[in-house]
């Protein structure tokens, strides 16, 4: 049985419209909840003797005089503690507080701080770079199908690409955007190497489509361009789905079994590559079609 994907692109159109609507109205709602990569301050992973209650530990680290702390549970004996930015004075009396209360055996397991400043150019820095690679990556594709006007302008190729791979960047934003109020998971630099990533994927995933229709129509296999597009997912389609699947059962090892500090990393990679894989198979290639339908349509 053959499954005609071109066919039936408005349910698929529809499904992604769903999605992407709650996920900007996600991030519209809740913002993103950002790490101290991007708006500065402290972060300090200390380990317990015996377990600890976060509201207490927050409501102590409080009263030694730190301001909007924030602490997770990191493991049964252990936590995370976010705030200002210390400098090594503060940051060694905060952790001698911490061993004199909760008892000697308690440890430092990790501390980073960065400055107000550089989070807020790093911000800049992981904009600029994701809106710089969409392009390059959209004007590349627009050169590489030159040859290939004919029925489909061989610019559209590039915007294609770039409106997919914009649909795979604002799922993991509006899941993070979510998971960030509820959860308090918090983006970081971290999630920005796993969005460029998922670009990567994903960009390679649809320029495999368009690779396979792009050889298709020079071959004339049929003189119907929807007709050619069906045959060229279907002849990629097996390829795609095996080599996500095989992506994403590593990465849900990773998540479960990898730690708290890798979870929202495989995370955003496991949403990405969803993301990516459906958008390759049932939004790009199927909005060739249309495009052409509308170009016709005007004629």
Not at 181 to 195: G, P, R
Not at 212 to 217: D, Y
Not at 277 to 293: D, H, N, Q
């Amino acid at each position: 049985m053959q499954i005609h994907i071109v066919k039936y692109r408005k349910l698929w159109y529809a499904i992604s419209g769903a999605i992407v609507l709650v996920c900007v109205v996600s991030i519209g709602m809740f913002g993103l909840k950002l790490g101290i990569d991007f708006t500065g301050g402290s972060l300090l992973e200390v380990s317990f003797e015996k377990p600890v209650v976060t509201t207490e530990l927050r409501d102590h680290v409080a009263k030694l005089g730190h301001n909007d702390v924030i602490v997770q549970s990191t493991s049964t004996n252990g936590a995370l503690i976010r705030l200002e930015s210390l400098n090594e004075e503060q940051h060694q009396a905060l952790l001698s507080d911490l061993k004199k209360t909760y008892g000697d055996k308690t440890a430092e397991e990790k501390f980073d701080s960065i400055g107000p400043v550089i989070g807020k150019e790093l911000q800049k820095s992981a904009a600029f770079g994701i809106i710089l690679i969409l392009v390059l990556i959209g004007s590349y594709v627009a050169f590489t199908f030159r040859k290939v006007t004919h029925p489909v302008a061989s610019w559209k190729y590039g915007v294609l690409t770039i409106i997919t791979a914009f649909h795979d960047v604002v799922v993991p934003l509006g899941v993070f955007a979510i998971l960030g109020k509820f959860l308090n998971w918090e983006v970081d630099t971290a999630f920005v190497a796993a969005i460029l990533t998922v670009l990567g994927y994903s960009i390679t995933d649809t320029i495999v489509v368009f690779d396979r229709t792009r050889e298709n129509l020079l071959k004339h296999i049929s003189p119907s361009f929807e007709t050619t597009v069906d045959v060229s997912i279907r002849q990629t389609i097996r390829r795609s789905i095996s080599t996500s699947m095989t992506t994403l059962l590593c990465l849900t090892a990773i998540f479960f079994f990898g730690g708290d500090t890798t979870r929202p990393f495989s995370l955003a990679l496991i949403v990405g590559i969803i993301a990516g894989t459906y958008s390759s198979i049932f939004l790009a290639s199927p909005a060739l079609v249309t495009w052409e339908g509308i170009k016709g349509k005007k004629k």
